[in-house]
């Protein structure tokens, strides 16, 4: 059964960096487009990077708010997804979670709707 689990997260101060981790089982991961999304309280539910299936291309997608601050991206040989975060900024803080597209969808995209897989989340905390 596949399995998404994120670790990573805590808090941080603002201008500071975290490296979020997606280790995937029960699939291997090069065979996925995945995204990485972020929940804050009473906020929907946002996509902030994604990745397309790598045995096709590796195209990376970024959200306007996070360009030139987030790195997506894989580790086929861990089957394992990161999203590198420098210049962490309080409103940063949220739920990040990886998402995987339904198998055989080469082109990755930000939309939750896209997504049938997710894992449980891990909570970045960006204060002084």
């Known amino acids: 059964q596949l399995q998404l689990v994120e670790s990573g997260g805590g808090l941080v101060q603002p201008g500071g960096s975290l490296r979020l981790s997606c280790a995937a089982s029960g699939a291997t991961l090069d065979y996925y487009a995945i995204a990485w999304f972020r929940q804050a309280p009473g906020k929907e539910r946002e996509g902030v990077s994604c990745?397309?299936?790598?045995?096709?291309?590796?195209?990376?997608l970024y959200a306007d708010s996070v360009k030139g601050r987030f790195t997506i991206s894989r580790d086929n040989a861990k089957n394992t997804v990161y999203l590198e975060m420098n210049s962490l900024k309080p409103e940063d803080t949220a739920v990040y979670y990886c998402?995987?597209?339904?198998?055989?969808?080469?082109?990755?995209?930000?939309?939750?709707?896209?997504?049938?897989?997710w894992g449980q989340g891990t909570q970045v905390t960006v204060s002084s």
């Open positions: 990745i397309s299936r790598s045995r096709s291309d590796a195209s990376t």
């Open positions: 998402a995987l597209r339904p198998h055989g969808f080469r082109q990755c995209k930000l939309q939750p709707s896209a997504h049938d897989r």
